[in-house]
């Protein structure tokens, strides 16, 4: 092989290298390309249904507090409803009890009146 023919073969050769290593290249931006648009839509599913299970968190927790406060506002009408009772069927003798008590210190002091 002449001198000549040797070098064009060698250039031939480092041409050919660099289409290859040019097409690698190009190969390799275009995966990153894509490797960073998949990364940019699973980070955007990832917070919508990071928001999706928020919202649900928050009206599972709404609920909870209207049931809770339902609850216990139940117990305050039952327990307002319990001293109302009591109160009706008590009334006349907690009027006379403290009437006994009030003319009880009254005569006690001598405030008798006239």
């Not at 000549?4 to 073969?9: E, K, P, V």
């Not at 599913?45 to 609850?71: D, V």
Request: hydrophobic share 35%.
């Amino acid at each position: 092989m002449r001198h000549s023919d040797m070098i064009n073969s060698i250039v031939e050769a480092e041409h050919h290298a660099r289409e290859i290593t040019d097409k690698a290249e190009e190969k390799r931006r275009h995966l990153d390309e894509e490797v960073a648009q998949a990364v940019c839509q699973m980070e955007k599913e990832y917070e919508e249904k990071a928001k999706l299970q928020i919202e649900q968190a928050k009206r599972e927790e709404e609920a909870l507090r209207q049931r809770s406060l339902a609850e216990l506002e139940g117990r305050l009408q039952s327990a307002m409803d319990d001293l109302e009772k009591k109160s009706q069927i008590q009334h006349d003798a907690w009027v006379d009890a403290l009437f006994s008590h009030i003319v009880g210190e009254e005569a006690e002091r001598g405030d008798g009146g006239c």
